[in-house]
């Protein structure tokens, strides 16, 4: 079992950017699909971004073209770099760890972070 610490939300203005940390203990990223996800009040879980243990990636439509997931086994820690945010993109950020890169679903993933909050003023 993994544990996933998030941090670096925060509040931006819109078109700033973010840089999200992921840092894991208890057992390496390597054995991990590495995954974020987002969640506001009221709503289901929604898949934004993951990355396999070979550096396969794959977004939602919206975040292909403005964030980049990456990973450094070495630190044990996954990123998620966001630029051009928009408002719609607020949300508590997630990071979870599981067995699938393509086509994520929430149940896919085992573990999970407590989440980071990103907030994005219009």
């Not at 964030?67 to 630190?75: E, G, H």
Request: proline share 3%; hydrophobic share 35%; net charge negative.
């Amino acid at each position: 079992q993994v544990q996933l610490v998030e941090s670096g939300g925060g509040l931006v203005q819109a078109g700033g950017s973010l840089r999200l940390s992921c840092a894991a203990s208890g057992h390496t990223i390597n054995d991990y699909a590495m995954a974020w996800f987002r969640q506001n009040p009221g709503n289901e879980r929604e898949f934004v971004a993951t990355i396999s243990q070979y550096e396969d990636k794959y977004y939602i439509g919206s975040a292909k073209d403005r964030f980049t997931i990456s990973r450094d086994n070495a630190k044990n820690t996954v990123y998620l770099q966001m630029d051009s945010l928009k408002p719609e993109d607020t949300a508590l950020y997630l990071c979870a760890a599981g067995t699938k890169w393509y086509a994520p679903r929430p149940d896919d993933f085992s573990s999970w972070g407590q989440g980071t909050q990103v907030t994005v003023s219009s």
